[in-house]
């Protein structure tokens, strides 16, 4: 069984990467096509298209998760494997509502993880790996829930699975999908009994510069004034989630437009240190 570490640029599965050698390191890139939203470097941005091979502008996600991936590559002396799907605007296009806008992802459609991070590493397996995959995730010795949840949608093999396009009909005029064996979930930091303490003491010092915060700057899973906060720190990704919101006619979130957020004028001063992963949320990978 070959194995495979899932990263997601953030410090706990980069952890996994470097203390944890797997067959294959994977990392999939959530694309938006918005000028304003540019990633500034263009040397590194044309390395990013060619390490992809897909049409490159920016990410979803905070820039600096392009620079984890590049030090991280270095420090632990293996190949990443970059994969990417459709851009976040194209993916949800394709979940159309009855009056012609659509439906954006929230607590109750979450398909933005599966379609953007999960089904691009799907595909690459299938197309690049024979045989079952044994995949590490970062679920650290606290999250033992998260990881029970996963296992308990295994199937009676022990694996997950997942459903894919592997082709087009003979025709040509429609896509051709497979429920494939995805991979036989491992948790590792909680085998091991590792906290966040131990992962944060791990990098100090360490070649590999981190996000502020992991996964998508303006994610739905994170609370009202933490989105606030990263208007602050990066206000032209949050601009772009507000409007998609415009264009899609649906919301991030049943209570609160991310306009609205935008305006919003806090009566405290909101420092980096107010927040933590639990006003975070997570993608579920």
């Not at 899932?6 to 938006?32: E, H, M, Q, W």
Request: with cysteine; hydrophobic share 35%.
């Amino acid at each position: 069984m070959k194995t495979l570490n899932s990263l997601s640029g953030g410090k706990t599965s980069s952890y996994i990467a470097a203390n944890y050698p797997a067959d294959y390191d994977v990392f999939s890139l959530v694309r938006i096509e918005d000028n304003n939203c540019k990633f500034p470097d263009e040397k590194i941005r044309k390395e990013v298209e060619d390490r992809i091979q897909a049409p490159f502008i920016g990410t979803a996600e905070d820039d600096m998760i392009i620079y984890t991936m590049l030090d991280l590559e270095q420090y632990i002396g293996r190949p990443i494997t970059w994969v990417t799907g459709k851009t976040f605007e194209d993916t949800v296009k394709s979940y159309r509502m009855k009056n012609g806008g659509y439906y954006l992802p929230n607590k109750v459609t979450r398909y933005c993880t599966t379609d953007m991070k999960t089904i691009p590493i799907a595909e690459w397996r299938y197309k690049n790996i024979e045989g079952d995959v044994a995949m590490r995730f970062g679920y650290r010795a606290n999250e033992q829930g998260r990881a029970k949840r996963m296992m308990e949608k295994t199937n009676d093999n022990g694996m997950t699975e997942v459903k894919i396009i592997v082709g087009r009909t003979k025709t040509g005029t429609q896509n051709k999908w497979k429920t494939i064996e995805y991979c036989k979930p491992e948790f590792p930091l909680i085998d091991a009994h590792l906290f966040k303490d131990t992962i944060e003491e791990y990098w100090k010092a360490k070649p590999v510069r981190f996000a502020y915060m992991n996964n998508c700057v303006g994610c739905w899973w994170r609370s009202p004034l933490l989105l606030k906060k990263m208007h602050e720190k990066q206000p032209k990704k949050m601009e772009w989630f507000a409007a998609l919101e415009e264009e899609a006619g649906s919301t991030f979130r049943s209570d609160v437009k991310y306009s609205d957020i935008i305006k919003w004028k806090p009566q405290v001063t909101l420092f980096d240190d107010d927040f933590n992963e639990c006003d975070s949320g997570y993608c579920g990978l």
